[in-house]
Structure formats: C-alpha cells, structure tokens
C-alpha cells in the first residue's frame, strides 16, 4: 500500500484506452434501484407508473423482503391507458389517494415512469406539480425516470437524486460544506460521520438522507465526495448550483477509502499527522481483514461484464491491494470526471470497455476463461453452466462494502465463489 498514490496531483496517468461497444445488452433497468432506495429513505414511498413487467420486476428485485405495508407499488397502465383511451391523470390522482389514505407515515412520494409511461409520453412532471399542490403542507411528489430505455439499473438511482437537488436550499453563503453522495447503507453512514467529525470536516450531509426532507444546501462552498460511481448527473447538477466535486478513488477498500478520506482531508486542510491519528487505526484494521483473503485471490484472473458501474473501483481494489489479475473490465458507462483517478490506478495493459455488445464479449469471457466473471443475474447461470465461476455484481449494492471496516467483507464477497468452486472439486 503506498501512500504516495493517494496524493492526487492532478498528473494521473493517461492509461488504457477505452474500446466503446455498442449491441445488445442485458443489464436490469432504473426500476431496480428502488430496492435499496427505499431501504434508505425511510418515510417515502416509490410509486412506478408502468406495465405488469414492471411490477414483477420490482417484486421479484425485492422479493427476499417481506413487508406487510411496503414502500414501492406499481400502478399498472392498462391497455385502455396504452390506447389513449382512458385519463391517465384521473387515474394516478385516484391510485395516490389511496397511498396517501392508508399511509400517514409517508413524507415523499416518488412518481417513477417507466418504459411504457415513457412511450405513452404521460408527463410525471406535471403530474407531480399538481399533486404538490394538492397535498402541499403535507407530502412532497417528486418524478424520475426508471425506464430502461436507454439506462442502466445504477443510472435509477442518480436520476432519482438528480430530480431532487432541484428542490435543495441555496446555502445562501460561501461558508465549506461537505455532501456525500450517494446511497450508503445506515451504518457505513455512521462510521463515516465518525471519522469526519474526528477530522474535523464539517458540516456533513449525506444524500440521500434517511428521511426524504433531509435536504441539504448547497451553493459554492459545497464540497462534493462521491461515494457511490454512479451519480454522475446528480454530480452535473450539483456544479451547475456552484458545488465542487473532489477528485477521489471510491471508498472500497483500505487504499480506497484512505484516498477518499484524504480528498476531504486535503480540501480542509487537515494537517498530516491529524489525518494518521484519526485513520491510522482503522485502516491497519481494513488492511489486515483484506490479507486475510489475499491467498485465495492472489493470481486469480477477473473479468467484469458492464453492469452496475461498480466496475472500475472493484477491479482496483481487487488487482492492487488483493493481487488479482484483471482480464477485462466492461463498464455500462464511462464517466471521465468520476472515474479518472480509478482509472489512473489500474495497469495500463488491461482491456476497458464501455457499453455492452452481449454475444462477442460473452466470447472473449469464454475465450479468456477467467477465474471469476462478475456480471449481471442472467448472464450468471448460463456461465455456471459451462463451468465459469461467477459473481452477481447486484449483490454489492445490496451489501455494505463501503469503507474500512467493509474492506475485509468486500474482499470475501470474491473469495466466496472460489471456496465453493474448490469444496465441489474435493
Ligand atoms: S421500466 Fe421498461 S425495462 Fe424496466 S421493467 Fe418496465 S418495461 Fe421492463
């Protein structure tokens, strides 16, 4: 682990060119994102205007929580509303009054449109104006856009923060601020405020919040750090309200988090032995839970299929501080302000893609023969099948993997399918 790569000096290395693939893809859409967003944002409620499909692909995305009263429901667009044949807007009214009637606990309501709103073009945003007005004083509407047309499934998550910076206060001043972005599970959350408060970096806001009013300003103090690798739009309109994105590696990992810290660190003026005192601790304990796993990865080959924008940070974690060998990252979308020190830090020989063209990157998987494929859920059985070893890259949004104390689970999430390939050849 070296320390002097985490001092970011604006010379990163113009590494690995980046081969864009345009075909077929098979990645889940926006709706998907609901599953860890409603997890978060505790008092509001994801209404998805869509089809059949897109209930079921919610319920089955969430399909391992059973609630009696849950947070997401899909009001279905019959063939008469496809048809023009019925007032779409009567109906919502009616499907929201009933949300509103049954759940007082309620503070946000999100209008989700999907593929067939999207193509009928009902316009959620008027709908979601109306519907302020008519419930103003009581429960905030905001519209996004879930559809798979055109987005991948982390994409959801940014268009959903994206929608809601618009209704952030102006701080009203130049005074610092930090926002982090991006959903981070509760107790990542914490560990973080901790080690921000021990830095003394403040204030500190996290968006999403747990409570959908949890609206932070924001004006040219501000300060971003990105947590998560897909919010790149949020991002754009957060510098178009004078806000300033820190340049920083994603915290996964003991190397990465260190560099994510030490971003804020800088942009504070954190003097260097503060910054030891405060995260020596932690990541010597982030270091020893990741070596606790390098011999079962050390030499394995890894490939990525683009799926959740994850892509590039893993790898970096996996290759630098595990000893894997990268084969191929894909990547569904390529954001250069976000990922450029990620990508400074990988070697420079690896294949990087963006986008996806399904059948001839499923031939170099079977062609390379890697290790371990990480890759989306339907691609996974079919792989298995011809004695592949995979990993659902779902499965790490749904798991806490951010930060130090994450660094050793992060790093076991890889070793898991390796130890079950070895005990069924035993
Ligand atoms: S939004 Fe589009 S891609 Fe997603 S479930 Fe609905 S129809 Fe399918």
Redesign the pocket.
């Known amino acids: 682990m070296n320390e002097a790569v985490l001092a970011w000096d604006g010379q990163e290395k113009a590494v690995n060119h980046l081969v864009q693939e345009r075909g077929q893809r098979a990645v ?4 998907t994102s609901i599953v860890w967003l409603h997890r978060k944002i505790q008092d509001a409620f994801f209404l998805v205007v ?2 059949r ?2 209930a ?3 319920q089955s995305a969430a399909g391992v929580m059973i609630f009696a009263e849950p947070r997401f429901a899909t009001a279905v667009l019959s063939d008469r509303d496809l048809a023009g044949m019925a007032d779409c807007n009567e109906e919502l009214d009616r499907v929201v009054g009933q949300v509103v009637a049954r759940r007082s606990d309620i503070k946000t309501i999100f209008l989700v449109s ?3 709103s999207e193509v009928i073009k009902l316009d959620l945003g008027n709908a979601a104006e109306r519907l302020r007005r008519t419930y103003a004083g009581k429960i905030n509407f905001v519209d996004y856009s ?4 055109e987005t991948t499934f982390s994409q959801g998550e940014d268009s959903c923060l994206q929608s809601l910076v618009k209704q952030l206060p102006d701080a009203g001043n130049e005074d610092p601020s930090l926002l982090v972005l991006g959903t981070l599970s509760d107790i990542v959350e914490d560990q973080f405020r901790r080690l921000f408060e021990g830095l003394g970096i403040g204030p500190v806001s996290f968006f999403p919040g747990r409570a959908a009013g949890d609206l932070p300003p924001v004006g040219p103090g501000t300060r971003l750090l990105a947590a998560q690798p897909y919010v790149n739009e949020t991002v754009r309109s957060l510098q178009a309200r004078g806000a300033t994105l820190l340049r920083a590696p994603f915290p996964y990992g003991a190397e990465g988090s260190q560099g994510w810290f030490r971003a804020a660190a800088d942009a504070w003026q954190v003097p260097v032995t503060r910054f030891r005192e405060v995260i020596g601790a932690p990541l010597e304990r982030a270091r020893l839970a990741v070596s606790q796993h390098q011999s079962q990865l050390t030499g394995k080959r890894i490939t990525f299929l683009p799926d959740s924008q994850l892509e590039l940070p893993l790898a970096r974690f996996l290759n630098r501080e595990c000893g894997m060998e990268l084969v191929e990252i894909g990547t569904p979308l390529f954001e250069q302000q976000l990922m450029q020190v990620e990508k400074s830090l990988l070697p420079e020989t690896v294949r990087l893609t963006e986008g996806q063209d399904l059948d001839p990157q499923l031939d170099r998987v079977r062609r390379d023969r890697p290790d371990l494929t990480v890759c989306g859920m339907g691609i996974a059985n079919p792989l298995e099948a011809e004695g592949l070893r995979t990993k659902w890259s779902i499965e790490l949004m749904f798991t806490p993997i951010q930060g130090f104390e994450q660094a050793g689970d992060l790093a076991g999430l890889f070793t898991r399918p390796l130890t079950r390939e070895a005990q069924l050849k035993v």
């Open positions: 889940f859409c926006g709706l869509g089809s499909t897109c079921h692909l919610v999907s593929c067939p879930g559809s798979g047309i």
